[in-house]
């Protein structure tokens, strides 16, 4: 008998967990809609890309066996970026690939390496091909290795004619020098969304919140010292990781320090604003989990932190260096390997600072204690 009522009242429990669960629409949109939504547009980005573009740039005159097999294979095409001479696109194609050339100079090409637009230089030298990469980036190694395979197969190159790679290790070149300041901005969003928002939605959750309305205290100190805790924070990891990496990979800012930290305190800003935006109105920890997601994952896919951006189709790379992670992690790499200064961080600095405030104002506007 008391076993009966046992399983009884252990399945009326289930039940009105369920009904409590299901009467959130909300709840089911981001635990169930949201994922189907990030898996179509993710595929579709990825899964549907027909051809891989490999960048490359070639400085000085095109090689005798690359241009042989240019003019047999490729076609000109001038309606991609004007910054560039020629862009040559093979029609020829290993594993679905598309290889670009691009003409210019040495200057020119450091530059685009460092950015991520390119990743080989290619130069005659003595009648031989070099290639010029980190050897530490996979895909300026897959672009080397199916595009010398192509030159090979094409059957161009004499006894006299070789292919040679010389490794580029200076620094602002390598891929670790491109990859820390993205982890720098990345720490930011992360720690800014889920140590603000996250915190303010657990606290109104478990009726903390409730208890300050009795103080005399103001939404905007509350808030403004939440921000600064975290700002601080995240100064203190991303000093340790800058610190490390200088230890271990010789990693170096070349560029004005005081800008790098403008553009840090800006990114600061811009996503501490936005976690404010997201946490004002709502109890639910999973609807937070939810919003704080919608706001994060686009931007960690899109703004370029492991790979560059512009490997995504060139209608969207408009779009995608207006996002504030992407401000942040450009500017951050323009200041650490190319040595840029005041001048070029200029407008996106002021732009981040600016969304941080619409969204802090905005929030504020709109917050609930409970």
Do not use: C
Request: aromatic share 12%; proline share 4%.
């Amino acid at each position: 008998m008391n076993k009966s009522i046992g399983n009884n009242q252990l399945f009326q429990l289930i039940l009105a967990q369920f009904k409590d669960t299901i009467r959130e629409p909300a709840v089911l949109f981001w635990g169930i809609i949201f994922p189907i939504l990030m898996s179509l547009g993710l595929g579709v980005a990825f899964t549907n890309k027909s051809d891989v573009v490999h960048n490359l740039a070639i400085v000085g005159s095109v090689p005798p066996a690359l241009d042989s097999l240019l003019h047999e294979h490729g076609e000109i095409d001038k309606k991609g970026d004007e910054a560039f001479e020629k862009i040559i696109m093979p029609n020829s194609k290993i594993g679905n690939s598309i290889f670009a050339f691009h003409q210019m100079s040495w200057k020119d090409a450091m530059v685009q390496l460092k950015r991520g637009q390119v990743n080989v230089i290619i130069q005659q030298r003595n009648g031989d091909i070099k290639y010029n990469f980190d050897p530490l980036n996979p895909e300026a190694q897959l672009a080397y290795f199916k595009l010398s395979n192509l030159v090979n197969n094409h059957d161009l190159l004499n006894q006299e004619s070789q292919q040679n790679i010389e490794p580029l290790t200076v620094r602002g070149t390598r891929y670790i020098d491109f990859l820390v300041p993205g982890l720098i901005a990345l720490g930011v969003i992360s720690s800014s969304m889920w140590g603000i928002s996250y915190s303010i939605i657990e606290r109104r959750s478990k009726k903390l919140l409730r208890r300050m309305v009795a103080t005399p205290m103001k939404k905007s100190n509350f808030l403004i010292a939440i921000m600064t805790v975290r700002l601080v924070m995240n100064l203190f990891e991303a000093g340790l990781l800058i610190l490390f990496t200088w230890l271990t990979f010789g990693i170096t800012i070349q560029g004005n320090i005081p800008a790098l930290f403008a553009v840090f305190i800006a990114g600061n800003v811009a996503f501490a604003g936005i976690a404010v935006f997201v946490s004002s109105n709502t109890s639910k920890t999973e609807v937070g989990n939810g919003l704080i997601n919608v706001v994060t994952m686009p931007m960690m896919v899109l703004s370029g932190i492991f790979f560059s951006y512009h490997n995504f189709p060139e209608w969207s790379i408009s779009f995608i260096q207006k996002l504030p992670l992407t401000m942040m992690a450009d500017g951050m790499r323009s200041i650490f390997n190319e040595g840029a200064g005041w001048t070029e961080i200029a407008f996106s600095t002021s732009i981040m600072f600016l969304t941080g405030a619409v969204f802090f104002i905005a929030g504020l506007k709109i917050f609930k204690w409970h």
